[in-house]
């Protein structure tokens, strides 16, 4: 049994930086279809691997972010109409134009993930793709949503939750898996450590500013893809 959560969203090298926005939802034309590319070819070379590590009979369990037919993702569903991402580029985008930042600096600012579509995460389990060939066969596939628990928390008791309390916690879990896509866009040959650092503050502060204005409406709710696979015999 082999079992991945959240994880394989992650590519392997960078396409090209994204300048309509920090992450590849936000992306267009030729920029979104290097993302693409780039994706489908990190998904097949992953399950061409695992085709050949299982046994047969082995089953193997990935769940990963995906766009769902709604077009709904981590961080924007039918919650509410504030997307997580149009936020983190708004704070981003604010600071390259009063010059914290360079142009330059923020269009590194591309986080390195790509969010699969259904259609997407099927497509090399199609007959005559090298990983069909290498024994692994679609078992199941399907999309949830999972609400965002911090979000839920301060909806429920509101009235005893502090909006500030509650900002800190929702920014505290974006910030573990963005902060470094942020640091080093900055230019580590003209700026310190301690500058850079300082500047990724700054655009945590500002968005945990904003969430704490309006918690309710603020939320990461994750848009999940759960794909079962089995290695058959050969």
Not at 18 to 24: A, K, P, S
Not at 58 to 69: E, L, P, Q
Not at 86 to 114: C, P, V
Not at 125 to 136: D, K, P, S
Request: glycine share 6%; aromatic share 10%.
């Amino acid at each position: 049994l082999g079992v991945s959560f959240t994880a394989m969203h992650w590519l392997n090298k960078k396409p090209c930086n994204i300048t309509t926005g920090v992450h590849m939802t936000q992306a267009k034309g030729e920029e979104r279809d290097k993302f693409a590319a780039q994706a489908a070819e990190d998904w097949e070379n992953l399950l061409f691997h695992r085709a050949n590590e299982l046994a047969p009979g082995g089953r193997m369990v990935i769940v990963n972010f995906c766009v769902d037919a709604n077009g709904y993702h981590l961080g924007y569903t039918d919650k509410s109409s504030v997307c997580m991402y149009d936020e983190f580029n708004r704070h981003w985008q604010a600071m390259m134009s009063e010059g914290k930042i360079t142009k330059e600096e923020y269009e590194a600012g591309t986080i390195l993930n790509y969010y699969r579509n259904d259609a997407e995460m099927r497509a090399p389990f199609a007959e005559g793709t090298r990983v069909f060939a290498a024994g692994l066969r679609l078992v199941s596939a399907e999309t949830k949503i999972t609400r965002c628990p911090y979000n839920e928390d301060y909806v429920a008791n509101k009235a005893n939750r502090d909006a500030r309390e509650a900002a800190k916690g929702i920014i505290g879990t974006m910030r573990t898996w963005s902060n470094s896509s942020f640091l080093t866009a900055l230019d580590s040959n003209t700026r310190t450590e301690a500058e850079r650092k300082a500047l990724v503050d700054e655009l945590y502060g500002r968005y945990e500013d904003a969430i704490a204005a309006d918690p309710e409406e603020n939320h990461m709710d994750y848009a999940h893809h759960y794909i079962v696979m089995e290695k058959v015999g050969q």
